[in-house]
């Protein structure tokens, strides 16, 4: 079948580093995305990612190594207002999106 | 660019009225759509794909005479929930892809349904 891991929940401190880790097995890969949904909104795209390596924007990194499955999103500098859950999503062989089911990061003052 | 907007942000309704949402991709040619629904803290449910001018393909469930999907032009979608009962109340977000934005889905703000 086809899966997608990611940690429930994660804490992290307001100007601090943290990385949301993603892990995936589907069949077949056109591509991995990180969406942010704020609580009670709809998801919003941050990245793509379909080639090994890490992309950078602005505060916010991906990375994705396809031999490992794995990917994870770095957000820096963090602020209040990243308080959201983290989203990824695979794009598997029929071009479905296979999504995750999010990481709520709660961010401590 | 890529904007989505859905309409209306809200709806209330009595049980057994219909309800439709439309999802317009507002500076870019939409070839395929996308439904879902999201309950409260639970992961978002794919619930049809429909692409320009063809039937909309239903997930695993989801009952197609219930939730009618037309994608009649590159640039609008609409859901009609039909007969809508309160079990049906529930957060509703369209995505599209389309002409070049490559594979990624941008989603619309979302419509809020309680029926009452």
């Known amino acids: 079948g086809q899966n997608i891991d990611q940690p429930t929940e994660m804490t992290a401190t307001e100007g601090a580093i943290v990385q949301i880790n993603c892990t995936y097995q589907?069949?077949?890969?056109?591509?991995l995305f990180w969406y942010q949904q704020h609580a009670g909104e709809a998801p919003t795209f941050l990245s793509y990612?379909?080639l090994d390596g890490l992309e950078e924007k602005g505060r916010f990194s991906s990375f994705l190594s396809r031999s490992k499955g794995y990917s994870y999103l770095l957000l820096k500098e963090l602020q209040m207002k990243d308080s959201a859950s983290y989203l990824c999503a695979v794009m598997d062989s029929n071009y479905q999106l296979i999504w995750g089911a999010g990481t709520k990061l709660i961010i401590k003052p | 660019g890529a904007v989505v907007s859905q309409h209306p942000s809200w709806v209330i309704c009595k049980s057994g009225t219909s309800v439709k949402i439309e999802c317009r991709s507002l500076d870019f040619q939409a070839t395929t759509m996308f439904w879902y629904r999201q309950f409260p803290k639970q992961s978002l449910m794919l619930m049809a794909t429909s692409n320009e001018g063809s039937k909309a393909t239903y997930e695993q469930g989801v009952e197609k005479d219930k939730f009618l999907i037309n994608h009649a032009s590159l640039t609008l979608s609409t859901l009609t929930v039909t007969s809508a009962h309160p079990e049906d109340s529930s957060f509703y977000i369209c995505s599209a892809r389309g002409i070049g934005e490559g594979e990624t889905q941008y989603f619309g703000p979302g419509t809020r349904l309680l029926v009452l």
């Open positions: 589907t069949s077949g890969f056109n591509g």
């Open positions: 990612n379909v």
